[in-house]
């Protein structure tokens, strides 16, 4: 009896060990995932390195798909410039150029105002109620690179948000049953 | 260790890895191409020059703008963003950059042209302080690669002059 009792110890003993080292493992990509990003973060300068574009507003130039590098500096915005910012009240940051600046002479700062390659009119209308002009502080970034297409698998993702849960589903499945 | 999953595995990072490779290599290829562009612009008429109801001036202009942008596309380039903006100082601002007129070239046979022209865009100053003010018109250029990092550039053109009066 002692011998099957040690058997059977030594196998629970090794599965909650392999376990334990598999879980470990996705641990550690989850992490190193995350240094990345955060790391892109502090080289860049910007509080998101990478977007994608969503909107038809900078045709031909950006499609919808297309993923954008930006790179933030404290040189003061020009015109003519790329840039992505936030408006109050709106979640989803938007991608446009840059068609006026105004800098003041004593306080050094800048107004801007903004306006899709593809639209008709400047993004007056888009801004929050009573806001004529964006400030550099609204700014997350600009544009440098480009990569066309790359963006589509995180607009699919948002958009059938099924296809988000098979996929992370899928992954969970090969991890468990992986045998090595 | 062959087995069908990780065989594809691999194929995919490999491909991946090589296709990214490829858009580095296209995007530093563009630091290859040394541009001569060159251009001139011409300020053919004032067509009107108000101040607004809320005491900011406001001009409106007929330009001729000239400009042969085509030592600028190289083979990973999509498309040329050129615009043209006036720049000048006031009193109360170090700094104003208005954007007059834009244009999307998709290609280097449309990168030689001259057009007639009114500002596309609204030429409205913060204040009053247009009258007589000297300003600089820059035409600037945005190259829009298929792949890769974007470059920017301009061509500033100075001694353009608004009248002393409304008109």
């Known amino acids: ?180 | 260790m062959h087995s069908f999953g990780y065989r594809a595995n691999a194929l995919l990072t490999f491909a991946v890895t090589i296709l990214a490779l490829m858009c580095a290599i296209a995007s530093l290829s563009d630091n290859l191409n040394t541009p001569s562009p060159s251009a001139q612009i011409e300020i053919l008429n004032i067509n009107w020059f108000q101040k607004q109801p809320h005491g900011n001036d406001e001009v409106s202009l007929t330009l001729n703008i000239t400009a042969d942008l085509q030592s600028l596309f190289t083979w990973n380039t999509k498309q040329l963003f050129i615009f043209v903006a006036a720049e000048y100082e006031t009193p109360k601002n170090a700094l104003n950059q208005v954007s007059l007129w834009d244009a999307i070239i998709p290609a280097k046979e449309f990168a030689k042209f001259s057009i007639h022209t009114s500002n596309k865009y609204r030429f409205i100053d913060q204040g009053h302080n247009l009258r007589s003010k000297e300003f600089n018109l820059t035409l600037h250029w945005h190259v829009m690669p298929k792949t890769g990092k974007m470059f920017a550039n301009k061509i500033v053109m100075s001694g353009y002059r608004l009248p002393e009066d409304y008109r």
């Open chain 1, 1 to 180: 009896m002692g011998w099957i009792g040690e058997s059977i110890e030594s196998v629970k003993s090794m599965k909650i060990r392999d376990s334990l080292f598999q879980f470990i493992t996705l641990g550690m990509i989850v992490s190193s995932a995350l240094i990345i990003w955060k790391g892109l973060m502090c080289i860049t300068g910007s509080e998101s390195p990478v977007v994608v574009v969503l909107s038809e507003s900078m045709e031909p130039g950006f499609q919808r798909g297309d993923i954008l590098f930006l790179q933030m500096s404290k040189d003061p915005i020009r015109t003519g410039e790329i840039v992505v910012f936030n408006i109050q009240g709106r979640d989803i940051p938007i991608v446009h150029r840059v068609i006026e600046v105004h800098e003041q002479r004593q306080s050094g700062e800048v107004r801007i105002l903004t306006k899709g390659d593809n639209n008709d009119v400047d993004d007056r209308m888009l801004y929050a109620q009573g806001q004529f002009w964006l400030k550099q502080e609204h700014i997350m970034g600009r544009a440098v690179g480009f990569l066309p297409y790359v963006g589509w698998a995180t607009i699919i993702m948002t958009e059938k948000p099924i296809i988000k849960y098979i996929l992370i589903g899928a992954l969970g499945l090969l991890v468990i049953t992986s045998k090595d």
